[in-house]
């Protein structure tokens, strides 16, 4: 009787630790989900929330994508971001005005003997560019050439509104106008005529930037 309860009693034991092949395989499946380490996933940042990158370097520093300066405004030369550009064309057979006596700007009156002299008109723009210095001279067949500047684009109502001007300044009544101080965005608008309504002919307006 004793034999028969320890035989019992062992086979008991092998049955709880030795369960054969398919007990160990349902061990296998249900402790497949303990891990003692950690494995190859992503690990959350520790604030819980999504993971942030370096971004594009972009810092309170950056003004943002350039702003685009827009098309020049219709009638405009664009002035030289360096050096010079020349404009040329021919006063005569064209329009006229009663110049004024531009000897500075504003000017005080109209000339005496300027009435009815052919003129043509250049606008000159600093669009898109910065700012800079300007000097301008003409030469050609105008005997005794004038140049009168103006603010804006056009001719102004109130021609005596002159910023500056100049009679005889590049010599062998050439007028040339110099030391013109543009901003970024300024337009000026710029006559080319003569002393009186005898003095026209082709020209060469040369505009060089300082």
């Known amino acids: 009787m004793f ?16 369960a054969g092949p398919a007990q160990r395989a ?15 996933g992503t690990i ?3 604030d819980g929330g999504p993971g942030v990158d370096g971004g594009s370097g972009v810092d309170g ?25 020349t404009l040329g064309g021919n006063t005569g057979g064209g329009l006229t ?7 500075s700007c504003p000017a005080g009156s109209i000339s005496s003997g300027g009435s009815d002299v052919p003129y043509a008109t250049h606008v000159l723009c600093n669009h898109g560019l910065p700012a800079g210095t300007f ?7 105008i005997d005794d050439s004038y140049l009168v500047v103006y603010d804006g684009l056009g001719l102004p109502a109130n021609t005596l509104a002159c910023r500056t001007a100049d009679d005889d300044g ?26 009186n309504r005898g003095d026209w002919g082709s020209y060469a307006l040369t505009v060089t930037r300082r």
């Open 3 to 18: 034999l028969s309860t320890s035989c019992a009693q062992g086979a008991s034991r092998r049955s709880a630790y030795d």
């Open 26 to 40: 349902d061990d296998a499946g249900r402790f497949a989900g303990l891990d003692a380490g950690p494995d190859g």
């Open 44 to 46: 959350p940042p520790r």
């Open 61 to 85: 520093r950056d003004g943002g994508p350039s702003v685009d300066a827009g098309p020049t405004p219709p009638g405009c030369e664009l002035l030289p971001a360096s050096g010079s550009i």
């Open 97 to 103: 005005w009663d110049r004024p006596y531009a000897e």
């Open 135 to 141: 000097d301008l001279e003409l030469s050609g067949s």
């Open 170 to 195: 590049a010599g062998n009544g050439q007028a040339r106008v110099s030391g013109l101080a543009l901003e970024e965005g300024d337009a000026v608008t710029v006559v080319v005529t003569g002393f």
